[in-house]
């Protein structure tokens, strides 16, 4: 069975992080990330925590958020910069991008400049 969420899930991660952990001197991990999305998130409902990982990986690639520690499937992160809130005109969604990332649309399936 295929599943497609309404919000893309880098979309969705990007707004708890605004939301839960927009400090940059926080720590926080991909485990409460995910138990945000199992909680109030639109995932596939047999995710488990290693299913986030890409995603996670990408946050780290894109500029916003880098890998301070590591154990086992827990990934420690902090953020670069403070996150702010975006229009993507082009896919119509809010996203949420650090102050010095590029200003491109994290959403997979769009990828638009901002």
Known sequence: MSFTPEIPVELQIRKIIFEKFN????????????EILKTDGDINPSWIIDDLEPFINDLCDSGLARNVAQNFTTIHLKLFDAVEKLHCNACNQDIFLGKSEDRVCPNS???STI
């Open 23 to 34: 400090e940059v001197d926080t720590i926080f991990t991909n485990d409460s990330i995910f």
């Open 109 to 111: 399936s769009c990828k």
